[in-house]
């Protein structure tokens, strides 16, 4: 099956500093990635919407300078949290579509803990 | 290893008609099991999440349920409507998030 890779699964980094999260669709393309966030105790809910080759679309109250995406290839999205505080602390994790039957998968999640 | 799984994978309904949609997972050592929609070409809307310390959830028509000892969820769709079509995923929240298979749902009025 189509398998989707998120790199890395953890990072602890101090205030002020930027994070990269990689997600890669391993054995497929993806024109289209997500990403989401999930803060404790609540919902897993949408950041924004990646296509490829172009400008992410993001959901009402994320700070698009703040959560830089980048979908430069049809195998790679990119999600830079730039200037991290201790509130940006989550869980993030990306998911891809399949084209071919709309099923989405996912990577397995990044925890980001801010210190 | 967790694995979550996901009965039917695809359900045809009537509009109007109430209907259960199931979740089982292997292991009960979760944080939370939250249930999802996804519609075509989209990414997916929370639809309910429930603590791993409560039974169940209400939202509108939807009711979520969870019995952690026998790793069962069920999420319960009243008096569906087309708008409901969509595909339902289920997720539990260990040291990761584990998606469930999904169930394709389609009501025709």
């Known amino acids: 099956g189509a398998v989707v890779s998120q790199h890395p699964s953890r990072v602890i980094c101090k205030s002020g500093t930027s994070v990269k999260i990689e997600c890669r669709s391993l054995?497929?393309?993806?024109?289209?990635m997500f990403w989401y966030r999930q803060f404790p105790k609540q919902s897993l809910m949408l950041m924004a919407t990646?296509?490829?080759?172009?400008?992410?679309?993001?959901e009402q109250g994320v700070e698009k300078d703040k959560f830089l995406i980048n979908h430069a290839s049809l195998t790679l999205s990119t999600l830079t949290v730039t200037s991290a505080h201790p509130e940006d602390s989550s869980f993030y994790i990306c998911?891809?579509?399949?084209?071919?039957?709309?099923?989405?998968?996912f990577g397995s999640g990044t925890q980001l803990s801010v210190l | 290893k967790q694995e979550v799984t996901q009965i039917p994978a695809a359900l045809s309904v009537p509009e109007g008609e109430n209907l259960v949609l199931n979740c089982s997972f292997t292991?009960?050592?979760?944080?939370?099991l939250q249930w999802f929609r996804q519609d075509p070409g989209k990414g997916l809307t929370s639809l309910l999440l429930?603590?791993?310390?409560?039974r169940e959830q209400t939202s509108g028509r939807l009711n979520a349920s969870l019995d952690k000892s026998s790793g069962r969820s069920t999420l319960y769709i009243a008096a569906s409507q087309p708008g409901d079509s969509a595909t339902y995923l289920c997720?539990?929240?260990?040291?990761?998030?584990?998606f469930g298979t999904g169930t394709r749902l389609q009501v025709f009025p």
């Open positions: 997720a539990v929240h260990d040291d990761k998030l584990i």
């Open positions: 429930i603590q791993s310390s409560q």
């Open positions: 998911s891809a579509i399949l084209a071919t039957n709309e099923k989405l998968f």
């Open positions: 054995d497929f393309q993806a024109t289209t």
């Open positions: 990646s296509n490829e080759g172009s400008k992410a679309t993001y």
């Open positions: 292991d009960s050592a979760i944080y939370n």
